[in-house]
């Protein structure tokens, strides 16, 4: 093998993103036929489910006493679907799409007309906006985007309109970096010191959305004045066993590799995450300081060179039990782990009024540093009629543990007597949380409703700190 196919083999593996496991290509629409006038139930209602390519009839059904249909088996594609029934107007919903991201499809109720003859139709959006208002939220569909399929969590929020993070990684919301971040309604570990590094080692391509509540309401205390900001991970809707491989690299030294895998049948879905990221960066600056008011220092210049290396791998798995249609049971396990390596020489000179050099020291500064977090949630949600009526319970216990070693050698060439200093700097942070919470929200009307809980939470949290200074004199 020549070194060009070579190369071109190497290109292919790294850009490679396809289906590894068998999965299931069929899916399933229901619907339900009511009375446009009185809501009722149009039982025995005859539906016919076409294929919108050449509008061939697929199957046929006829609506239960309850007016409900179902096909079941549909291979992936666009479908129509029509309702009629005698004394009726004719119906036709078009758009239906079946795909491996939306394997089961509930339409909206199909209003028929009495004592009309006409045909009506419906148009199913197939894909979501980028952007959607439900009540106090913003919802950011990023998942839609191909440009989110690479990279991690942290660099998808600076593509979010009012979400800015700065060069260390913090994330603030309309200017104010006093905001809580969850994941999938949940805080997993996003409330520490090193927040910024959690949100590092979550890959980009595991987001369905990002949710923005700008004015929270009194269920987040006080966590979050400036607002939250949710993170809506994907869930799997294709039964059967599916998973999907990826392979990234990209300019600037980053790579990146992540794996799902997932089970799902009628009453339970298992999943499991794995992702690898790593990514290598070059520091190059300089400053010029000119005080043209002083005797003494008139000019200070200073340029720094160095590297910086992060390394994370991050672990998620869990269950989803479906004891039945109201009540769902979630177990799932989160680990994290990151280190980081980061080293500068830092040059600086000053210069007297007549440019005769003053000072002139170079300092060596190197950094290690290693996260581990570890997250255990128990969760607990019952369904009620109304969509919009709510009761959850959660348990979720999360530990952190941070060690960061650092030193800083100053080596003094001007004036030529001053001796060397050298610093060492060493943490620890050792976190554990345990947190058992409930809450219940019942709408009354669509602009009213009314929240309700019980949280209670225990933290462990152990700082060690250590700061050496030696000048070799």
């Known amino acids: 093998m020549n070194n060009k196919t070579a190369a071109l083999l190497v290109l292919f593996i790294l850009f490679f993103s396809s289906q590894v496991f068998s999965q299931s290509t069929t899916g399933t629409i229901n619907g339900v036929i009511v009375d446009k006038n009185g809501g009722a139930p149009v ?45 009726y107007s004719i119906m036709n919903v078009k758009g239906i799409v079946l795909s491996s991201e939306n394997a089961a499809v509930t339409l909206d109720p199909i209003k028929l007309t009495s004592g009309s003859a006409t045909t009506e139709e419906i148009l ?7 952007m959607q208002f439900d009540g106090v939220k913003k919802i950011f569909n990023v998942s839609q985007n191909p440009m989110n399929s690479s990279g991690s969590l942290i ?13 260390d990684g913090n994330v603030s919301l309309r200017g104010n970096t006093n905001v809580k971040i969850t994941v999938d309604g949940r805080p997993f570990g996003l409330d520490g010191q090193n927040r910024s590094q959690l949100l590092e080692q979550i890959p980009a391509n595991q987001i369905e959305s990002v949710e923005l509540v700008t004015n929270p309401s009194s269920k987040y205390e006080a966590e979050g004045v400036s607002g939250i900001i949710n993170i809506v991970t994907k869930k799997t809707k294709v039964f059967g066993y599916n998973g999907n491989l990826s392979l990234n690299a990209g300019s600037r030294d980053k790579y990146n590799a992540a794996l799902n895998l997932n089970l799902k049948s009628n009453n339970t879905q298992f999943f499991t995450n794995y ?53 769902t049971l979630g177990l799932s396990v989160t680990y994290q782990n990151t280190t980081r390596s980061r080293g500068e020489l830092i040059d600086s000179k000053a210069f007297d009024v007549n440019s005769s050099m003053t000072s002139y020291s170079v300092n060596d500064y190197n950094v290690d540093s290693k996260n581990n977090t570890l997250d255990l949630a128990l969760n607990h949600s019952f369904k009620f009629k109304n969509p919009k009526q709510t009761l959850t319970t959660d348990a979720i216990y999360s530990q952190n543990n941070n060690e960061e070693n650092g030193y800083t050698e100053e080596t003094f060439y001007t004036p030529a007597n001053q001796n060397p200093g050298l610093i060492q700097e060493s943490s620890t942070i050792n976190d554990k949380d345990l947190s058992l919470q409930s809450d219940y929200v019942h709408p009354f009307t669509e602009t009213t409703k009314i929240e309700t809980g019980y949280k209670v939470r225990y933290r462990d949290k152990k700082n060690n700190y250590s700061n050496r200074h030696y000048d070799y004199s």
């Open 43 to 87: 039982e025995s209602a005859d539906v016919t489910l076409f294929n919108s390519g050449d509008s061939t009839v697929l199957k046929g059904t006829s609506a239960d006493k309850e007016g409900k249909f179902s096909f079941k088996d549909i291979p992936f594609g666009k479908y129509t679907v029509r309702a009629n029934f005698v004394g």
């Open 124 to 130: 199913v959006e197939s894909e979501k906006s980028a």
């Open 155 to 167: 660099e998808l929020l600076k593509n979010i309109p009012s979400v800015s993070v700065d060069a």
């Open 275 to 327: 992702s690898y990221n790593l990514n290598n960066f070059v520091i190059t600056g300089g400053t010029n300081r000119t005080n043209s008011l002083s005797t003494v220092e008139n000019l200070f210049t200073q340029t720094y060179d160095g590297h910086s290396r992060v390394k994370s791998h991050f672990v998620k798995g869990g269950m989803d039990y479906f004891i039945n249609p109201q009540n």
